[in-house]
Nanobody, 125 residues
Framework: VQLQASGGGLVQAGDSLRLSCSASGRTFASYFIGWFRQAPGKEREFVAG????????YYADSVKGRFTISRDIANNTVYVQMNSLKAEDTAVYYC???????????????????WGQGTQVTVSS
């Protein structure tokens, strides 16, 4: 499956953005879709993820209560609604998908075989 991420931009602290991850080539059925981010000089970190079939969602502690991940079956797209953005949310955001992600491994970016291109999110304070 080919993934395409979009929706990044430059916003001020406290603003919102919605990122999208769409698929081409096949549907997301049976996939786990994860969002990761990477700031300059830092390791890629897990942000949020969703089991496409069960819709169960997972979040990093740093974004709980501010970010919401969801899926749209009709458009074969995963969204991340990001509210109350902070300067420390600034990073390149990537979506990734894999059919073999289990609960103990969804935070590990090395487990994902399919990646979209990054989309830059910049939050000015």
């Amino acid at each position: 499956v080919q993934l395409q991420a979009s929706g990044g931009g430059l916003v001020q602290a406290g603003d919102s953005l919605r990122l999208s991850c769409s698929a081409s080539g096949r549907t997301f059925a049976s996939y786990f879709i994860g969002w990761f981010r990477q700031a300059p000089g830092k390791e890629r970190e897990f942000v949020a993820g969703i089991n496409w079939n069960s819709r169960r969602a997972y979040y990093a502690d740093s974004v709980k209560g501010r970010f919401t991940i969801s899926r749209d079956i009709a458009n074969n797209t995963v969204y991340v609604q990001m509210n109350s953005l902070k300067a420390e949310d600034t990073a390149v955001y990537y979506c990734a998908g894999d059919r073999n992600i289990i609960v103990s491994s969804y935070r590990d970016y090395r487990r994902y075989a399919n990646w979209g291109q990054g989309t830059q999110v910049t939050v000015s304070s």
